[in-house]
């Protein structure tokens, strides 16, 4: 490949680029023949095989799924349920902590919020040793007073709820402009800002479209620097939309089906989280190309669950089938 032009830097791209795209149209393929049901493997490539990939759409991510099935769509619509739902749920981002709440307290609602009641049902089980957090990215804690991780969660979720920050995300004009509330707020970071509003904004109430705009998380840099070198350095997020923008160039360069997902093509947040996992993938595919956090191996090895696979996306989104999920 020769070299791309991005903001008016040139940037040679590495063979890392072109595995990208091989591996979007590969781990679609995966995710396209367990919908399809049948034993596996689902791929004849060794690294997918054995090792462990989130899917190129972010939103068909099994706990997006859980978040957007059984949190965002289930239960009272009033804006503010669907917010405290929805950052209660990504604090922790980990199903059976959400299930551990809703067999305990019944249905999860702000209007019946009780800091005592949900400290009481967290702390229980962590002194029985169950963990509350997923390890797919890490929430700092604040320090807002408590003693535990996840009481002072709480109190941060509280804080937003009793700072208007619902009617704030809701009212904000852009995408940009909503992640700046989160933003606001203690322990919450630039990525972490994104990734929830990106969650946020699954749900009905919000408007805004996910190619608005990117937060390049650290992952996401890593693999950006395998695919084009240190002169990628500081244009992350562009270099992020010009993938999102050449896509069907590229797959089409190298010969590759990729229909999207139900013809919906790759987004800002889906070319950012591939860039995540091609750094992944590079590192037994390509183990000379280095990035800039210095990580070799792939922690996560694959392993076929018998569930089935769901599949029911935000109904703004047109692509589901009439029956729901």
């Not at 809703?102 to 089980?125: I, K, N």
């Not at 360069?253 to 860039?275: S, W």
Request: charged content about 20%; aromatic content about 12%; hydrophobic content about 40%.
């Amino acid at each position: 490949m020769n070299e791309i032009r991005v903001t008016g830097r040139r940037l040679a791209p590495t063979p890392v680029f072109d595995t990208y795209w091989r591996f979007a149209a590969a781990r679609q393929k995966v995710y396209e023949a367990r919908l399809a049901g049948g034993e596996g493997p689902f791929t004849d490539d060794p690294i997918l095989q054995r090792y462990r990939f989130t899917n190129c759409f972010r939103a068909a991510d099994r706990v997006s799924q859980d978040l957007i099935s059984n949190v965002i769509y289930r239960g009272g619509q009033e804006w503010q349920e669907v917010f405290f739902r929805t950052l209660l749920f990504k604090i922790f981002n980990k199903t059976s902590t959400w299930r551990l709440l809703e067999t305990h307290l019944g249905e999860v609602r702000w209007d019946g919020y009780s800091y005592r009641a949900f400290d009481r049902v967290l702390s229980q089980a962590f002194s029985a040793g169950q963990r509350l957090y997923s390890a797919a990215y890490i929430v700092p804690p604040p320090q807002l007073g408590e003693q535990r991780k996840h009481q002072n969660h709480l109190r941060l979720l509280e804080m937003m709820m009793q700072t208007d920050a619902p009617e704030r995300v809701l009212s904000a004009p852009t995408l940009q402009d909503a992640y700046r509330v989160l933003l606001g707020f203690p322990a919450i970071g630039p990525f972490l800002a994104y990734q929830f509003v990106i969650d946020l904004n699954y749900a009905a109430q919000m408007p805004f479209s996910e190619m608005e705009f990117v937060v390049p998380g650290p992952g996401a840099r890593d693999g950006i620097r395998k695919c084009f070198g240190a002169a990628a350095d500081g244009i992350e997020a562009d270099v992020i939309r010009y993938m999102a923008d050449t896509q069907d160039e590229h797959f089409a360069r190298l010969g590759l089906a990729f229909a999207g997902l139900k013809g919906r093509r790759l987004q800002l947040i889906d070319c950012q989280n591939l860039f995540c996992e091609v750094d992944k993938y590079a590192r037994v595919a390509h183990p000379h190309i280095a990035g800039i956090s210095g990580r070799s191996r792939i922690k996560q090895t694959y392993r076929q669950q018998a569930d089935p696979m769901p599949a029911w996306f935000p109904p703004k989104w047109q692509l589901n089938n009439p029956t729901g999920p």
